[in-house]
C-alpha cells in the first residue's frame, strides 16, 4: 500500500494554510544551508582586495544574511516567527572557481524548524554580494541555493549528498 503524500501547508479544501504546530514538541532544532556566487576573475580580485567601491562585501553581505535569516516569515506568507537563537553566515572565497561559497546555520529550541531562516540567510547574502558587485560584472551567478543539513523534530536527521565542484 503506498502512503498518500500531502503537502503541508495545504488544507483539506486545497487552500494555502500555515502548519498548527501547538501539538509539536519543543526540541533543539538546527539547519545548514549553502549556496555559490560566481564571477569574473577580475571582480573575484576586486573583492579579494578589498577594492569594491560600495565597501566591504564579505562583511556588509554576512550581516546582510543574518537580518535575511530574522526577516523570513515577514517574506515567506507561511512561515512561522521563531526567536532564532543562533544565526552564522560564512563565506569562503575560491579563485581558482571565482566563485564565494555561502554557508549559513540557524538554531532554535522550538517547535518547527529552521530551513527557511538558513535558506534565506544564504540567498540575501548571494544578493547582497551580486549588488555590491553588479557595476563592474553583471554576469554573476548564484547557484546551488540548497539545505544541506538539518537535525531536530519528528522528521529526524538530514544531510545532502556533497555537490561535485
Not at 540557524?106 to 517547535?111: A, E, F, L, P, S
Given at each position: 500500500m503506498t502512503k498518500e503524500v500531502r503537502l503541508s501547508h495545504i488544507d483539506a479544501d486545497g487552500k494555502a494554510a500555515m502548519v498548527d504546530v501547538s501539538d509539536k514538541d519543543i526540541t533543539n532544532r538546527v539547519a545548514t544551508a549553502g549556496g555559490t556566487v560566481l564571477m569574473d576573475a577580475q571582480t573575484m580580485q576586486l573583492i579579494q582586495d578589498g577594492g569594491v567601491k560600495k565597501g566591504d562585501v564579505l562583511s556588509v553581505a554576512r550581516l546582510a544574511g543574518i537580518i535575511g535569516a530574522k526577516k523570513t516569515p515577514e517574506?515567506?506568507?507561511?512561515?512561522?516567527?521563531?526567536?532564532?537563537?543562533?544565526?552564522?553566515?560564512?563565506?569562503?572565497?575560491?579563485?581558482?572557481?571565482?566563485?564565494?561559497?555561502?554557508?549559513?546555520?540557524?538554531?532554535?529550541?522550538?517547535?518547527t524548524g529552521v530551513e527557511m531562516e538558513a535558506l534565506m540567510a544564504v540567498s540575501i547574502a548571494a544578493l547582497t554580494i551580486y549588488d555590491m558587485c553588479k557595476a563592474v560584472d553583471r554576469t554573476m551567478r548564484l547557484t546551488d541555493i540548497r539545505l544541506l543539513a538539518k537535525s531536530g523534530g519528528k522528521s529526524g536527521e538530514f544531510e545532502a549528498e556533497e555537490l561535485a565542484k
Open positions: 517574506l515567506i506568507p507561511l512561515c512561522h516567527p521563531l526567536a532564532l537563537q543562533k544565526i552564522d553566515v560564512d563565506m569562503t572565497l575560491d579563485p581558482k572557481r571565482n566563485a564565494i561559497d555561502i554557508k549559513a546555520t540557524c538554531k532554535v529550541v522550538g517547535q
